[in-house]
């Protein structure tokens, strides 16, 4: 059930990303950029902040409803708090596609791949064979992480030339070493998106 | 200015990352309130500690599977009622609920969770005092675990007493009687007319049980079965499953459990698969059994199919437990999950069997 549910979920974001074409424009890396900072909430309601950049490095426009279709790279850095349990911390990078419709619509999908470090935050002690007891400092572990999300929200810049936009993403984590195997976590980001260099 | 946001961050930064790191205002008005992990043979698990200290009398549950993690008790309505008298500790076992780390499945045996358990009685003592007074309480699986342990530590543990409720200690006995068990509730229910049809093709299944297979497909393909007899009973209303979670906004969004991840967690680590595979010829505990002298309560359900009353009346006889100490009690109308079933009941033995013996 499980495996067949991330097949699914895989497959339907490659479709996703390889649908649209027509005028292609090839966009220097670096020629512009665009800044996320969104709330995120693991499990929705574990507390955290997510900050992402993206530098856009293709441009297809479909010239029959002038639908943009970018493709970017980006960096991030996220963190959220469960209470009780763990403070997570990651690095990602990501190659993502996002539509833009021509009244500010937007439509998007990444994969990611990076480094997923947690801390518990509550004490962690280790007792000995003999029964001595030790305080773990900054417990907790590293793990490699993938990520994917979808990504709904509004671009104004398409419609209005105003250099900020809005963004609901859902996200799948996918994180190993866990146990004996690995961890799936899910989390909802929401946040606004700013232009700070435009091509 | 940019000095200014860098210092911000970072403060913004530490402030999430150790807010609500460890507390030594985990005692308040005789009341415990903690949180802590147990680190261990590659596993973190962690520990939630709540209720009434004023005695330093503790109840350390064990709970069934190994799965799911015990940590989501402490939202339900039966357990808040008993921290109203004892502190008690929930402890999110290796590779269930909210416990992490990284290890390999060689270690899902029982002498590894034994070793974690024995080392979580040691922090306790530590964290709270030599004297606090440690009462285990297991369930299913959870017997097995607090059983091997009293064995395996005989002479040398500082708990007060044990508190199993339809343990699974003997599984070769299990094999030989839930069978048993299956056949004589069929016949029960058909001869008062209830789910007639189900209920003969489950006795058909009780008599095609081969006590020789141990293999695990056959044993957990014949529990589809068990599953579906409990599920007819709570549909007649033989039975009714009466617990209630408190705060349950809380305990799903809130707590320091995640449903979610326990789920994903158990699905793919199958941490019940891996232990249970190595006891199935198992007699460690049955043949061990009168090394156990300590105050002895055995709460049994007389429908559990999945771990029969015999094994509670065998092993009753086994231990070496003065009469005055130990005691068994059959509850009627009530199946594995036992204090779901009976919850006033389990409640005033449990309290009863510690005040009479801290």
């Known amino acids: 059930m499980v495996k067949t549910s991330f097949i699914f979920m895989v497959f339907s974001i490659f479709i996703f990303q390889a649908f649209g074409q027509k005028t292609t424009q090839k966009i220097s890396f670096g020629e512009s950029f665009d800044l996320k900072i969104g709330y995120l909430g693991e499990f929705i309601t574990h507390p955290g902040l997510n900050t992402e950049i993206m530098a856009p490095y293709k441009l297809q426009i479909k010239t029959k409803n002038d639908r943009q279709k970018w493709k970017y790279l980006s960096a991030g850095f996220g963190i959220y708090n469960h209470q009780q349990n763990h403070v997570g911390t990651f690095l990602l990078v990501s190659h993502g596609s996002k539509r833009i419709y021509k ?82 976590r899910v989390a909802l980001e929401a946040g606004i998106m700013y232009k700070i260099k435009i091509n | 200015m940019k000095i200014r946001i860098k210092i911000v961050y970072v403060v913004s930064l530490t402030a999430i990352l150790f807010t609500g790191c460890d507390r030594d205002d985990f005692l308040v008005d005789d009341f415990l309130d903690d949180h802590f992990y147990l680190r261990n043979a590659g596993a973190d ?55 992490k780390g990284n290890f390999s499945k060689d270690l899902l045996i029982r002498d590894q969770y034994v070793d974690d358990l024995d080392k979580l009685v040691k922090l306790i003592q530590h964290r ?162 009168s090394l156990i002298n300590i105050p002895y309560l055995f709460l049994w359900g007389d429908m559990d199919i999945r771990v029969p009353d015999t094994l509670a009346y065998r092993a009753y006889e086994k231990i070496s437990t003065p009469e ?7 509850f009627p109308n009530t199946m594995h999950e036992l204090p779901g079933y009976a919850p006033e009941q389990f409640y005033l033995e449990v309290v009863s069997f510690i005040n009479k013996h801290n």
């Open chain 2, 45 to 99: 698990m962690p520990v939630t500690v709540q209720g009434n200290f004023k005695d330093k009398t503790l109840v350390l549950f064990l709970q069934g599977g190994p799965l799911g993690g015990s940590q989501i008790l402490a939202y339900s309505s039966i357990f808040n009622r008993l921290e109203k008298e004892f502190a008690v500790a929930y402890w999110d076992q290796r590779a269930t609920g909210e416990s």
């Open chain 2, 128 to 289: 709270y005092g030599k004297d606090t007074k440690i009462f285990l309480m297991g369930i299913s699986w959870g017997g097995m675990l607090g059983t091997s342990y009293l064995i395996r530590h005989h002479g040398n543990h500082p708990v007060k007493g044990w508190i199993e409720i339809n343990g699974g200690h003997d599984w070769p006995l299990i094999r030989r009687t839930s069978y048993l068990k299956l056949r004589s509730i069929a016949d029960q229910q058909i001869s008062i007319g209830n789910s007639i049809n189900e209920w003969t093709q489950l006795k058909e299944v009780a008599d095609k049980f081969d006590t020789s297979r141990i293999d695990l497909d056959y044993v957990v393909e014949y529990y589809q079965h068990v599953l579906k007899a409990e599920k007819i009973l709570e549909k007649d209303g033989v039975v009714s499953y009466s617990v209630e979670v408190d705060k349950p906004w809380k305990a799903f969004f809130n707590s320091p459990t995640n449903s979610l991840t326990s789920i994903f967690g158990d699905i793919l680590a199958r941490p019940n698969s891996h232990v249970w595979s190595h006891l199935m010829t198992d007699t460690y505990v049955s043949d061990n059994l």
């Open chain 1, 103 to 184: 009244n500010g619509f937007m439509l998007g999908s990444s994969l990611g791949v990076g480094y997923f470090r947690y801390f518990y935050n509550s004490a962690t002690f280790e007792v000995g064979d003999n029964g001595e007891i030790s305080r773990v400092r900054l417990a907790g572990k590293g793990q490699i992480m993938f990520d994917m999300s979808l990504e709904v929200g509004q671009d104004f810049f398409r419609k209005s030339n105003v250099p900020l936009g809005w963004y609901i993403r859902p996200r799948l984590f996918f994180l190993a070493p866990h146990n004996t195997t690995f961890l799936p």
């Open chain 2, 324 to 330: 005055a100490d130990k005691k068994l009690v059959i």
